[in-house]
């Protein structure tokens, strides 16, 4: 029996209803998210020193937890000093002053609630469909 409640929880997480969840953002939280990102981007030079000409692009924000965002950098031209693909960023606004900030940028730990990871992933798996 419990293995049977466990199932159904699991599969309940990847619901179709699920997948759809994460929304485009506002225009002002796509101008927040995106000045955020590239203020990041030139602040910290060491992981982003080839990454000179980029798209930001697939911009979702969690319905599930709207304190949450992620985004994804795209190279615009392939160089061969350039990351070649798309690189994940994850934001999250503050409750008290509303301003975002970038929690994850890249690989490294995703301190992110599972619903609202589940529900970001989603948006961006069918958003970034047309990226290579």
Known sequence: MIRVTAILVVASAFAPGVADASRLPSTRER?????V??????????????????????????TVNPDRAALLIAPVKASPKSYPYP??????RRSLTSRWSVRAFGSGTLEIPPRAEIDLLHGLIACGKHLK
């Open 87 to 92: 690189i994940l960023v994850l934001l999250r």
């Open 37 to 62: 990102t590239r203020a990041f981007m030139a602040a910290n030079p060491d992981c982003c020193s080839t990454l000179a000409r980029v798209k930001l692009s697939c911009l979702r924000v969690s």
């Open 31 to 35: 101008v927040a998210l995106t000045a």
